[in-house]
């Protein structure tokens, strides 16, 4: 086609992760630039859910080519695949859903420093609760993941 759009040049995929698992385990690929990394806590409370369905939702829209999610859970249990994807990702953003900060403390502790931090709670006003079916300010959420990871484009 030859009007192709911005829209249509989006990466759809959260690629990132199989590829870097496939080059962790010396399986050739074809060289790609690497997009940044979002972790997010994923906690079982309204915020911590948020920081799952926003991210998806933030990358959906910046496309997978500069965002990728990545797994904190593998991060905690030391996977090869996932701990190569962070050391070699563009930047790094953690998601937390309150100020108890587990996405940070956990890269912190496995020795990744955090590039951009984004507490929900605090830092968007978003009341914690525990009905993990209200899915309150989203779309002020998944911009705001949205913004940091665009800044590392502007800043390079
Ligand atoms: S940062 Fe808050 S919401 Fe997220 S996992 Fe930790 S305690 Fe739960």
């Known amino acids: 086609m030859v009007n192709q759009n911005n829209e249509n040049k989006k990466v759809k995929e959260n690629w990132y992760l199989p590829y870097m698992d496939k080059k962790t385990k010396g399986i050739e690929v074809e060289e790609k630039e690497s997009p940044v990394a979002i972790f997010y806590c994923a ?21 997978y080519e500069k965002a990728s999610l990545l797994c904190l859970a593998s ?26 900060q587990c996405a940070q403390k956990t890269l912190n502790k496995s020795g990744f420093t955090v590039d951009k931090h984004i507490i929900i709670t605090k830092d968007l006003d978003v009341s914690k609760n ?27």
């Open 43 to 63: 906690g079982a409370s309204n915020v911590g859910q948020s920081t799952m369905l926003a991210s998806v939702e933030a990358a959906n829209r910046i496309g």
């Open 75 to 100: 991060i905690s249990g030391g996977l090869a695949n996932v701990t190569n994807a962070a050391k070699n990702a563009k930047g790094i953003i953690a998601v937390d859903g309150c100020p108890m």
């Open 130 to 156: 525990f009905d993990l079916n209200t899915k309150n300010e989203l779309g002020k959420i998944s911009e705001a993941i949205e913004e940091k990871v665009l800044d590392f484009y502007k800043e390079n």
